[in-house]
């Protein structure tokens, strides 16, 4: 797949994956793994990227479990960015399937 | 692969990043790991599953803009440097360029003046009368010129080659590293 194509999707992944709720890089990258198959060390990248963009911040909670763990959550130009990147998805996705379906007809 | 394998891979490919960027990274993986290890898997288990280092580690670098590109000279060098460079020129370099022209102009005339002399030599017996020696010194002229001839193409694309590699240096030092 086209690499900056799949760029996008990712990050239209992380982001709406965040919009739920506050969570941490393996928590993220096992959802993502499971569901898509990608390798888990990918999410960490556009984590970063996302960060950069303004999209993303990030703070540090204690866990039960030993040292405390980096959350990662939306701000509210990320909020703005996945609701505008969905649509942009929904409209992608919805053209591709009446390419695909029909397309003697277009 | 173990766990220290993974990220002293990942450190090494990310090493053109600044310290405190690639620090922050790899606390990430070694979070990652931590977490990892907690829900009960092998760090052979997790770095399998994290993926290969090095597509990882491009995955960083490439995103970002590429460190300014190295070598590009100052006017000021620049001029410092086309000044040591008139000298040479000056000096050495044109003297002995002039000189390898002259000697190639005179090679040249050379070959012209052997043809010019086969020719007359060749059409000499209508005015002479027929002798053979004449016909064989004739064509044996031509034969002499012809060679030297092949030789002096020869000489003439080097010659060019090498006063148009002359020219690309005195660009380059002056402009200072260029890329190609």
Redesign the interface.
């Known amino acids: 797949m086209n690499i900056q194509f799949k760029k996008g999707v990712l990050e239209l992944c992380v982001l709406s994956l965040l919009f739920e709720g506050d969570r ?3 928590d993220l ?1 096992s959802s993502l ?1 499971e569901t898509i198959s990608i ?4 999410v ?2 556009i ?3 996302l960060k950069e963009e303004g999209y993303v911040k990030t703070y540090l909670q204690e866990s039960t ?3 405390p ?2 959350y990662y959550s939306l701000t509210e130009s990320g909020r703005k960015e996945k609701i505008q990147l969905h649509q942009e998805w929904d409209h992608f996705v919805c053209g591709v399937n009446k390419i695909i379906e029909g397309g003697a007809e277009l | 692969m173990k766990r220290n394998e993974f990220l002293n891979s990942l450190q090494q490919q990310l090493a053109d990043l600044p310290y405190d960027e690639r620090q922050d ?1 790899l ?3 070694e ?2 790991f ?3 290890a ?1 829900s009960g898997k092998s760090e052979e288990e ?1 770095a399998e ?5 090095a ?2 580690a491009k ?2 670098v490439d ?1 970002r803009t590429p460190p300014k590109a190295e070598g590009g000279r100052s006017v000021a060098q620049g001029i410092l440097a086309g000044t040591g460079l008139l000298l040479f020129d000056l000096m050495i370099g044109i003297p002995i360029i002039s000189a390898i022209i002259a000697v190639w102009v005179s090679l040249w005339a050379a070959v012209i003046g052997i043809l010019a002399a086969a020719a007359v030599l060749f059409v000499a017996p209508l005015f002479a009368g027929m002798y053979f020696g004449l016909i064989f010194a004739s064509l044996s002229l031509l034969g002499l010129s012809g060679l030297m001839g092949i030789g002096m193409v020869y000489l003439t694309v080097y010659l060019f080659k090498g006063l148009k590699y002359y020219c690309v240096a005195h660009y380059r030092i002056i402009k200072g590293g260029i890329k190609r």
């Open positions: 941490y890089g393996y990258a793994s390798s888990d060390g990918t960490y990248p984590l970063r990227r479990e030993g040292p763990r980096k | 990274i606390a990430d993986f979070e990652h931590r977490v990892g907690n997790i599953e994290l993926g290969d280092p597509e990882l995955q960083y995103g």
